[in-house]
């Protein structure tokens, strides 16, 4: 029979990012300063639990359902972006650099995980982009084979809709330095040159 | 036990919270896997792509663990072409049947080069023509190859219109007319003439679908690819109706 002590801690060590030694580290910090951390901590975990559901429209994680950003209209209902997690859409709400409106793939095709289609929230995509007045959808996936792949089935399936389909670019990232840029990434810049001037 | 080889990569897993174990064809100790420490960050997963030529170092105690790579990139092929969505499934079906037909282990010079050629191809033209001759090779290395060579009923090599789906043996038009419903139509371009079709690379793709099932895929090694027997691996399904699709089914 664990110690609830310990039985705290390992609940702990099964987070990502935090192994035996860095649980065993917080429950000392929560047990000295229960007031201020721990019950506050238990306070929002359960809140977080009962409360956060996800967004039946986008896929998006928020405290209602549709979400903040599905109902916020100040944003442009006719952009819509695509990403395959709710940690991309968090990223791109980051930037601040884009008002549409989100949709969390939920993933990315993949014959290595057996990721079909079904699996994906590709038919509410689809749903969305037929109806609700969306003049242009952003694929905004990673630059890798999955996802670029899972990208080019979208387009495919978006394209017969008469929407504008459009991906993000690849290649340099700001402050990037060619030399020390790795061979991949390069190719993909060269590959997507423009004018310049 | 360490060794150095030149490899592709077929596949990369997640393990743990940094690492991934990575499934390389190699060029002289066949399809190996091995841990990739940090392997999930964000520089090791541009250089952990399926079909990206490495440099390999391979590192183990003993030489029946899992070990672990150290790799270095020698050539980014799955960069080049994330925006042509047909190398894209020709390259995802590619890593997925080598990774799921071939035995852990076991030297195949042949496949290794093979593949190689296939990722190393610049022409976006050729490269449909030569995966399903690749398959072709792959299937004849495994040891149930197709005797495109002459006519299974007699006769010499003129004239060869159909191959045998029993016998994966090459049948002339005159001799498979009459059976011309039962038999795969044979494209010509994997007699050597050089020019072919979207139907015609839909017609090899089928054919070599169908051996790989029959034979290769009938026992698969690896449940995670493929899920019922007979199954070809998700890659190699999608790139089978992408095809079929482009060539009007």
């Known amino acids: 029979m664990l110690s609830p002590l310990d039985h ?17 580290r917080m429950v000392l910090h929560m047990l000295k300063k229960r007031e201020g951390v721990m019950y506050p901590l238990i306070d929002s975990m359960t809140r977080a639990a009962e409360q956060v559901k996800e967004c039946t429209t986008c896929g998006n994680l928020g405290g209602s359902d549709p979400c903040e950003l599905c109902t916020d209209r100040t944003r442009d209902p006719t952009l819509l972006c695509v990403v395959e997690s709710v940690a991309d859409l ?28 079904a699996d994906l929230r590709i038919d509410k995509l689809l749903t969305r982009a037929n109806d609700a007045g969306v ?16 990208a080019h089935y979208l387009a495919e399936r978006l394209v017969p809709i008469g929407v504008s389909v459009t991906r993000l670019a690849h290649g340099l990232p700001v402050g990037g330095e060619l030399d020390h840029l790795d061979d991949g990434t390069l190719a993909a810049a060269l590959l997507a040159r423009r004018q310049a001037g | 036990m360490e060794w150095t080889d030149e490899g592709l990569v077929l596949s990369s897993r997640p393990h743990g919270e940094n690492a991934a174990v990575v499934t390389l064809l190699t060029a002289a100790h066949g399809r190996h896997a091995g841990m990739v420490h940090g392997g999930q960050g964000r520089a090791a997963r541009s250089l952990l ?18 070990g672990s790579y150290t790799l270095d990139l020698a050539e980014a092929q799955a960069a080049l072409w994330l925006d042509a969505p047909e190398i894209l499934a020709l390259i995802a079906s590619a890593c997925a049947v ?12 042949g496949v290794y080069a093979g593949l190689a ?52 043996r090459a049948v002339s038009r005159e001799a498979g007319a009459p059976y011309h419903d039962k038999l795969f139509i044979l494209p010509s371009f994997l007699l050597g003439s050089g020019t072919w079709t979207d139907e015609d690379i839909a017609q090899g793709l089928e054919i070599t679908a169908h051996f790989l099932s029959r034979h290769v ?13 007979g199954d070809l691996p998700l890659a190699r399904q999608r790139l089978r109706a992408f095809y079929q699709k482009n060539a009007g089914h």
């Open chain 2, 217 to 229: 895929f009938i026992n698969p090694h690896s449940r995670l690819l493929i899920p019922r027997d």
């Open chain 1, 90 to 117: 968090w990223a791109m709400e980051r930037a601040r650099v884009f008002r549409g409106r989100y949709h969390v793939l939920g993933g990315t095709l993949s014959a290595l995980d057996g990721v079909r289609p």
């Open chain 1, 135 to 150: 003049k242009e959808v952003i694929l905004a996936l990673n630059a890798t084979v999955e996802g670029q792949t899972t």
């Open chain 1, 8 to 24: 705290l801690a390992r609940q702990l060590a099964r987070l990502p990012g935090i192994g035996p030694r860095s649980a065993r």
């Open chain 2, 98 to 109: 080598t990774e799921a037909s071939l035995p852990e282990r076991q030297p195949m010079p």
């Open chain 2, 49 to 66: 792509q399926p079909g990206n030529h490495v440099e390999a170092q391979w590192r183990a105690r003993l030489t029946d663990q899992l």
């Open chain 2, 117 to 168: 050629t296939l990722l190393g191809l610049r022409d976006p033209s050729l490269w449909a023509p030569v995966y399903v001759k690749w398959e072709i090779s792959l299937l004849h290395a495994l040891g149930y190859g197709l005797d495109l060579s002459q006519c299974a009923s007699g006769g010499g090599g003129d004239d060869l219109a159909y191959i045998s789906p029993r016998t994966g």
